[in-house]
């Protein structure tokens, strides 16, 4: 890797005093440290603005920006719009790569300095990340997410490639949508479940704060939105019928995507983007995922960025 290569860090969070410091350690543990690290405090009515004063103070490069409390836990286009305030106090052009960081993980120690390294290696990475796992019982669960995708709580970018996508939309299942924009253009976006690159998500996977069912619901809305199918929702939901909350989990999604549908709510309104999409999700059902990503570079000649 290229030591003069950059990279910033951006955490929205609010009320994560249970959980940040296990991640604050762990990057202050990273073998290559970030450039910067911009916090923005979300309204937080906790410990958490104790906690970041504490850390910001022994640290130059961490600024905390401080957002009023609008009196509940935002998700969705709510976490994209504190992103953002982190955005506006950076010049992005001063780095090579930006992440958008959660605060409820621990990461490896190498977690960052290898991203940045498998990107330099390939050219076509336009968005990246590790694996989530759970603790649970003294065992690492893993979330299970699919191999097309960068995981929306640390996605790390080539700055050049966030910037040609025009950033995250700040509508649901922002971090689905971005990835597919990647892959129109002829970029990768990915993740690699390896013991280097697997990091602890330490708030389960789609909890809500009304609970993990609510959370699920969410998540069939969001793939409605975004413009999948119900066939595919069908099998993704399947797909998950053995992870928790079992059988319950899965009819959740399925039914966050029917009551939508039923309800015919918006869609996200870039026909070709949901045309790319239904096109990508019947290959995947045809020939796998794999094969599929693989045929969607071949048609999409990368375009320059």
């Given at each position: 890797m290229n030591s003069g290569q950059r990279y910033v860090l951006i955490s929205p969070c609010r009320n994560e005093a249970r959980y940040m410091r296990q991640t604050l350690d762990s990057v202050l543990a990273q073998s290559v440290l970030?450039?910067?690290?911009?916090?923005?405090?979300?309204?937080?009515?906790?410990?958490?603005?104790?906690?970041?004063?504490?850390?910001?103070?022994?640290?130059?490069?961490?600024?905390?920006?401080?957002?009023?409390?609008?009196?509940?836990?935002?998700?969705?286009?709510?976490?994209?719009?504190?992103?953002?305030?982190?955005?506006?106090a950076i010049d992005p052009a001063e780095y090579d790569f930006l992440c958008k960081l959660d605060l409820d993980l621990r990461l490896p120690p190498r977690y960052f300095e290898i991203l940045m390294h498998r990107m330099n290696e390939d050219r076509s990475?336009?968005?990246?990340?590790?694996?989530?796992?759970?603790?649970?019982g003294g065992r690492l669960i893993s979330e299970r997410h699919g191999d097309d995708t960068s995981l929306g709580m640390t996605k790390f970018y080539r700055t050049a490639c966030f910037r040609a996508i025009g950033g995250f939309v700040r509508e649901v299942m922002w971090d689905g949508i971005d990835c597919h924009q990647c892959r129109m253009r002829g970029w990768q976006a990915c993740s690699w479940d390896e013991?280097?690159?697997?990091?602890?998500?330490?708030?389960?996977?789609?909890?809500?704060?009304?609970?993990?069912?609510?959370?699920?619901?969410?998540?069939?809305?969001?793939?409605?939105?975004?413009?999948?199918?119900?066939?595919?929702?069908?099998?993704?939901?399947?797909?998950?019928?053995?992870?928790?909350?079992?059988?319950?989990?899965?009819?959740?999604?399925?039914?966050?995507?029917?009551?939508?549908?039923?309800?015919?709510?918006?869609?996200?309104?870039?026909?070709?983007?949901?045309?790319?999409?239904?096109?990508?999700?019947?290959r995947v059902l045809l020939v796998g995922k794999r094969k599929a990503v693989q045929e969607m570079r071949q048609l999409y000649e990368p375009l320059p960025y």
């Open positions: 970030p450039a910067k690290w911009v916090i923005v405090d979300d309204g937080s009515t906790d410990d958490t603005p104790t906690i970041l004063k504490e850390y910001a103070q022994r640290y130059p490069w961490i600024e905390v920006i401080t957002r009023a409390d609008r009196g509940y836990r935002a998700v969705g286009p709510g976490v994209v719009d504190a992103f953002y305030s982190g955005y506006a990475i336009a968005t990246c990340s590790g694996k989530a796992y759970v603790e649970e013991p280097e690159l697997r990091f602890i998500h330490l708030r389960p996977m789609g909890s809500s704060q009304r609970g993990i069912l609510t959370g699920r619901m969410r998540h069939g809305y969001g793939q409605y939105f975004m413009g999948t199918g119900f066939l595919f929702m069908a099998a993704s939901a399947v797909s998950r019928i053995h992870q928790k909350p079992y059988v319950l989990g899965s009819l959740a999604m399925l039914w966050g995507w029917l009551s939508s549908a039923i309800q015919r709510k918006p869609r996200y309104q870039d026909v070709a983007f949901r045309a790319f999409l239904r096109r990508y999700h019947r």
